[in-house]
């Protein structure tokens, strides 16, 4: 169903939201049940579309899982026999490359579609590679498909800083890997990411030895076998994050449940250092202001800096700070769509290079706007809540990626944010009234595509 979310602006936020279970945590961990055997409940996984994906592919790969009625995730490998991520299901989800480490770890073989780029950039897999072949793997490019075999693996050391820095996905990929290698491997230039630490804990739970994930080198002892167990996924960041600017952007004040200090100290620094007063509790973070902001220069980076996943968001605050803002990205240079989108609303935002340069304006003011990636649609929603008047966010398939029933959460906290099925959509969607989900949502989003500008 092709659907737009319609958002008076004007009303601060204030009450209390908890935050659902991490996207990005739970991705890797759900690939790496192919790395065990026995039983996997996972709590926490929050219900989202690239999940719905993830376990699309894990069930080719013989996984059988079922969302029990408490909401955790019970998972098994049943067979061993599988070893492909086709193009068709790596294209709905770059994370699909996370099948990578896990079959070949474990399988022997593993035959992933290479992912391509994405609005937010180029993306490159080649850190994975070097990690895959320092391994012992051997790695054939063929049809557009990455094709990498070893009877076994085998421990080394692996330098896998590029020329971003660390690799959070990458990282992933080569400690599941390694989990099962012989012998000891060390990543120097580890991706510190919150989500790695929480990969760690999951697989040390399953009798895997790793050490120091969540600082830059990380020592992986192989073990010959990992055994499914209960795990809990951390909370998600970067929802808390959206919330948390939210709450500061609209001068509301909010207590978000399951925002943890130690994940969000850049964010926090950033919100305070504009104004925003926070106060900092064990499980959660409350976050009020006055709506009056000072300019402030951020600069996206890898953990523990500003989190590139929060840089659109922050981008709509400091658009209403009084003087100039520069926003820096450095992880992803070209993630700046959500910028002309921010100025039809009223902001006056400049990119140069990898740079937005923010002058600061009175107000937003409410215009229809096209989500072009799943933070950028998170931007706009919030430029929404602030904007006088009506904000149309079209495309909104890109928000239920990462973000489960977001106007839920923020209806709860005194949001005027409706979901309505776009009508030129419906009208199409009747002609073919047997169409299969599948053809529902592709249809949908040709629909969109066709629509943007
Ligand atoms: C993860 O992507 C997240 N995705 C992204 O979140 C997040 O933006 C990103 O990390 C950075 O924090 C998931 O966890 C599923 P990277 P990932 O490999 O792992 C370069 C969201 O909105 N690089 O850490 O793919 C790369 O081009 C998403 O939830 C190489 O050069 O990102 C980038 O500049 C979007 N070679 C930098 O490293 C490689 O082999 C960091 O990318 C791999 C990456």
């Given at each position: 169903m092709l659907e737009k979310f319609c958002v008076h602006g004007g009303t601060p936020l204030s009450g209390t939201v908890r935050v659902h279970g991490s996207k990005n945590a739970a991705l890797p961990i759900l690939y790496s049940v192919l790395l065990t055997r026995g039983r996997t409940v996972l709590e926490n996984v929050p219900p989202l579309r690239d999940v719905t994906s993830t376990l699309e592919l894990l069930s080719t790969l013989?996984?059988?899982w079922e969302r029990?009625?408490?909401?955790?995730?019970e998972l098994e490998v049943l067979r061993e026999d599988g070893f492909e991520a086709p193009y068709d299901l790596v294209r709905k989800m770059r994370a699909s490359i996370y099948a990578l480490g896990p079959l070949l770890a474990k399988r022997g073989r593993a035959r992933v579609s290479r992912p391509g780029g994405c609005n937010i950039g180029v993306r490159p897999i080649d850190l994975h590679l070097k990690g895959m072949l320092a391994l012992g793997a051997e790695i054939r490019n063929e049809g557009g498909y990455v094709c990498a075999e070893a009877p076994h693996l085998t421990g080394r050391r692996i330098y896998l800083g590029g020329a971003s820095g660390s690799t959070v996905s990458g990282t992933a990929n080569v400690m599941m890997a390694a989990a099962l290698a012989r012998g000891t491997t060390v990543i120097e230039?580890?991706?510190?990411?919150?989500e790695i630490a929480d990969l760690a804990r999951y697989l040390n739970a399953c009798g895997a030895g790793i050490r120091g994930a969540g600082t830059p080198v990380v020592a992986i002892e192989g073990v010959s076998e990992l055994r499914g167990c209960k795990y809990r996924v951390m909370p998600d960041r970067i929802e808390a994050g959206t919330f948390m600017i939210g709450a500061a952007l609209t001068a509301g004040e909010v207590r978000v449940e399951g925002a943890r200090f130690e994940h969000l100290a850049a964010l926090i620094d950033a919100l305070e250092s504009a104004g925003a007063c926070l106060q900092i509790e064990d499980d959660?973070?409350?976050?009020?202001?006055?709506g009056d902001f000072r300019p402030v220069d951020v600069t996206a980076l890898p953990y523990p800096g500003f989190p590139t996943d929060l840089q659109s968001?922050?981008?709509?605050?400091?658009?209403?700070?009084?003087g100039i803002s520069v926003v820096t990205e450095k992880i992803y240079p070209d993630?700046?769509?959500?910028?002309?989108?921010?100025?039809?609303?009223?902001?006056?935002?400049?990119?140069?290079?990898s740079l937005a340069i923010i002058h600061g304006v009175k107000r937003l003011s409410g215009a229809p706007v096209m989500a072009s990636d799943l933070r950028a649609s998170a931007c706009l929603i919030l430029a929404g809540l602030v904007a006088n008047g009506m904000t149309e966010i079209n495309r909104v398939y890109h928000i239920d990626r990462g973000y489960h029933r977001i106007e839920e959460s923020l209806k709860g906290l005194g949001a005027q944010i409706e979901r309505v099925p776009v009508e030129a959509d419906s009208a199409l969607l009747s002609l073919v009234p047997d169409a299969s989900p599948e053809l529902r949502e592709r249809l949908g989003e040709y629909l969109q595509i066709a629509a943007a500008p």
């Open positions: 013989g996984v059988k029990r009625p408490d909401g955790a995730l230039h580890a991706a510190c990411e919150p959660a973070v409350q976050v009020s202001s006055d968001q922050i981008t709509v605050l400091l658009s209403l700070a009084n993630r700046f769509i959500h910028v002309a989108e921010l100025n039809r609303l009223g902001a006056n935002v400049r990119k140069e290079g």
